[in-house]
């Protein structure tokens, strides 16, 4: 292994270990990481022997790393797609128009169990196009009213609405970061997560998953039988944010029909590298030149820009830099080696640990980072196994990287959202509280997953 190789590798353990230590401050550690790369980089061009005769030297050449590439290894679609969606959906959000759709749900149903389960099947539909955080933002204050007026702990409910948030956030393209990241690394668009060449697509996958985990709920709250009054139903009086959101789907729809270069036919018309993040972030600019104009509303501008989650696009601009320079340095060959020898030449025990490795990671440390890494590596992975469908791994990854965050409190932002909501209402969780939910829960959606997932993509 080259030194440059073994450096690299060590500065991107340090990296992910500071992370792990420090989350408060994790853009923080990844853009000092990345600096460093970049920096070696710049040494390597200006003086290659400063650490001694063939340090910079790789196995297929010396290591090139400037600022100039660096910058050329972030993905602009995806900030862009992060930033435009989570404006509209702030906007979305102050209409109040998924309380409306809560309270109508739930006033259709007979008892608690059954409020539980549907509320929780709403949040992950509503997650599948809003972020996973911003889905539980909205629809737990709900929970929290219908279990006042029961005087029943909100707990539960919580959690389950948590959960089911991040397991219908890989349903689609805009659903999660990690379904974005994803759509940029497999070349993926709006439709492919529905039919992707003539088979079910992630969508049903996680649908099955959800259904799966829907049995589990009503398992887990099959004594609660209070009867339900709901005699009030939230006032919309603004419908545009509604169509600013639907709008954003239904555009990424219409334009995944057309191939990016890569994929373009000859003289074929190819849409740019950053359409969709183009597109979210028109309907965005839409949204708040209205309120900014017609209504008249300055505070509401200022607050949607301010709900933008810059943390996440600074630390995922930041680590593409990194990844860029792991990638040429040598380290992601040398992962993807290593994963797949783990394997030993058998491509359903590749995929079986890409899966459950990504559950049980995932369950404590951000998967954002690591989905983002993995996706570099599974090429590599993928290139060991002549005329295995790359898109098995993929799926796999996102299966288990996605549902991995609800083993653990700490395993997703929505988890923490929902702790924290219920830490406001004077409802302390424990670990052991949230994982008698979560467990059988992501244990049900994934083990689902897994199978249906080989069925379609692994067994030829």
Known sequence: MAKITIVALVLFAITYLLMMLFQKIRPHIVAVSALIFVGLGVIASAKPDLFGVGFFNL???????????????????????????????????????????????????????????????????????VDNVATVLMIAPVALAFCKKLEVSPVPAIIC????????????????????????????????????????????????????????????????????????????????????LVGTVVALIAVSFIPYKDNAAPDQFYKPDITNGLICIAFFVIGILRELIVKKNKEIVINSIKEIDYYTIVLLTCLFIVIGGIEAAGVIDVIGNAIGSLGSGSVFAVYSIILWMSVILSAFIDNIPYTATMLS??????????????????????????????????????????????????????????MKYGVPFTLAAVTTGYILLWVMWGVK
Not at 211 to 237: C, D, G, Q, Y
């Open 59 to 129: 196995t297929n050449g010396v290591y090139e790393y400037g600022i100039l590439q660096a910058i050329s290894n972030i993905d602009w679609n995806v900030i862009m797609m992060i930033a435009g969606t989570m404006g509209t959906v702030y906007l979305f959000i102050e209409s109040k128009m998924p309380q409306l759709l809560s309270d109508v749900l739930i006033s259709k149903m007979p008892n608690m169990k059954w409020v539980v389960v549907v509320i929780s099947l709403f949040a992950g539909i509503v997650s599948a196009f």
């Open 161 to 244: 609405i948590a959960v089911s948030s991040n397991l219908q956030g890989a349903a689609t393209l805009v659903g999660d970061t990690t379904s974005i990241l994803l759509g940029k690394a497999a070349g993926l668009d709006f439709s492919d997560f529905f039919v992707d060449n003539g088979k079910p697509g992630m969508f049903w996958v996680v649908e099955a998953g959800a259904v799966v985990s829907a049995f589990i709920i009503l398992f887990m709250f099959r004594k609660e039988k209070s009867p339900i009054e709901f005699t009030s139903r939230t006032k919309v009086e603004d419908y545009i944010p509604t169509y600013l």
């Open 377 to 434: 590596i599974i090429p590599v992975i993928a290139a060991g196994f002549p005329g295995m469908d790359s898109k098995l791994l993929y799926y796999g990854l996102l299966c288990g990287a996605t549902l991995g965050g609800n083993l653990t409190p700490i395993g997703a932002s929505a988890n923490i959202t929902g702790i924290g909501i219920l830490r406001k209402e004077g409802y302390e969780v424990k670990a052991t509280t949230f």
